[in-house]
């Protein structure tokens, strides 16, 4: 039997669960709607299913912490389930752990096998995620004698 595998009656139960908390997740989102000013958002669309998803976030004042996030727009199940399952996941974590985050951690997280045009709707908040910390520029540094070449900091 190469390659096929049989998931059993233990593995069904796994599978039904995580399709369970996904439809709670779509029929519930947690952190849904929209942060009034966010340090950082990014907005990201699935042409092939018709999601777009807006990643807001609040950051700690030292700018190394998700100290809030939220999340809106209009997606598929998996799409919103993802991003309500991500938004969880990234509240509070320090931003040095969150830039490590893969795609399979996002793809794990979701715990249900998808195809490939259910991956897109899976990663579709992750890639949100990422456009808003590209945006995201290092603090100055507060040590004594910095310099920014002669103009005054901001």
Not at 11 to 30: C, N, T, V
Not at 88 to 117: C, F, H, N, Y
Not at 127 to 139: H, K, V
Request: net charge neutral; glycine share 10%.
């Amino acid at each position: 039997m190469h390659g096929l595998r049989i998931l059993g009656e233990q593995g069904s139960m796994a599978y039904d669960m995580y399709q369970e908390i996904i439809l709670q997740h779509y029929r519930s989102p947690r952190n849904f709607g929209k942060m009034e000013s966010p340090d950082l958002a990014a907005e990201e669309s699935n042409p092939n299913c018709g999601d777009m998803i807006t990643m807001e976030l609040k950051l700690d004042p030292g700018r190394a912490r998700v100290e809030d996030v939220r999340f809106h727009g209009e997606g598929c199940a998996i799409s919103v389930a993802s991003a309500s399952m991500f938004t969880e996941k990234v509240k509070g974590r320090p931003l040095d752990e969150l830039r490590a985050l893969t795609q399979e951690d996002i793809l794990r997280m979701v715990g249900i096998p998808l195809s490939p045009v259910r991956m897109k709707c899976a990663l579709t908040a992750f890639a949100a995620f990422g456009r808003a910390l590209s945006g995201l520029r290092p603090s100055p540094p507060s040590a004594p004698g910095w310099s920014t070449g002669g103009a005054a900091p901001a």
